[in-house]
């Protein structure tokens, strides 16, 4: 028999393929500014200047017209790595106020880009935030596996089913009465069925999954996410059901 392919699982595959290699770049990045972020000290405290005035002392703040040392090194260590993904123009196109504040929120992005000084409470929050932003991505690259795992498992099994439906087609070519096309009818019945339980099992697991928590993506369904652009959304229920189509052609020709 012609070797069974499956165009809307082979496209998916590809679709997880290329998301894991995004994320696992940036998963990388984030790590290696982690460990520039380790070499970079905070600023000291500010010390205010006490000045006598009038018979009393008066708390005056030296004022920092230029960036540290250490926040100009932050922010080089941050473009050098994160935004030095080879995919990062192309999949984000975001200015460092931008990108810092999808990854650590405003507040970090606000004294990043136009603060003066690396507070120890701001290196703290970059460190706290790289560590959650790496961990994130291995947590959704989890994620992307189990769901390579689910397609190919489905691919497999429509294999099989599809093998056997061959097969059961040129069957019914061949058969010469009707108790022949009956029994072949109740062997695709028996894949229709099997066909059947693979396309619930696969939207029992779709309903209780989701992105999570990664960051820019809150709420959004795992399908829609990656398989947001393809006719079919769900491409595993729509190989299920390609399959299901098939066998119910052949189940039509058993009535004549």
């Known amino acids: 028999m012609p070797e069974t392919t499956h165009p809307r699982i082979e496209r998916a595959l590809d679709v997880l393929d290329r998301e894991r290699r995004l994320l696992t770049d940036e998963r990388r990045a984030f790590r290696r ?24 002392t008066v708390a005056l703040s030296t004022g920092e017209p230029t960036p540290s040392d250490g926040l100009r090194a932050v922010r080089t260590a941050y473009r050098e790595t994160v935004m030095a993904t080879r995919h990062f123009d192309s999949e984000y196109d975001e200015t460092l106020r ?35 932003a790496a961990q994130e991505r291995t947590e959704f690259l989890r994620v992307l596996d189990r769901e390579r795992e689910s ?3 489905i691919r497999e099994a429509l294999d099989e089913c599809e093998r056997e439906a061959h097969e059961l ?18 062997r695709l019945t028996t894949l229709k069925r099997e066909c059947t339980d693979l396309a619930g099992a696969r939207q029992t697991r779709l309903h209780k999954r ?47």
């Open 151 to 153: 397609l190919c498992a």
């Open 169 to 186: 087609s040129q069957a019914v070519t061949d058969a010469d009465d009707s108790v022949e096309l009956g029994r072949i009818d109740d």
């Open 33 to 56: 500014f982690q460990r520039r972020l380790a070499t970079i000290e905070p600023s000291p405290p500010s010390s205010p200047l006490a000045v006598a005035s009038g018979g009393e």
């Open 98 to 132: 931008q990108n810092v504040t999808a990854e650590f929120g405003a507040d970090v992005a606000t004294q990043i880009v136009d603060g003066h000084r690396l507070t120890p409470i701001l290196h703290e929050s970059l460190e706290t935030g790289s560590q959650q």
């Open 210 to 256: 989701t992105v999570g928590s990664f960051s820019g993506i809150e709420g959004d369904s795992l399908v829609d996410f990656l398989y947001g652009e393809f006719e079919a959304t769900c491409p595993g229920l729509a190989a299920i059901t390609d399959c299901l189509a098939s066998i119910q052609a052949i189940r039509q020709r058993c009535l004549r």
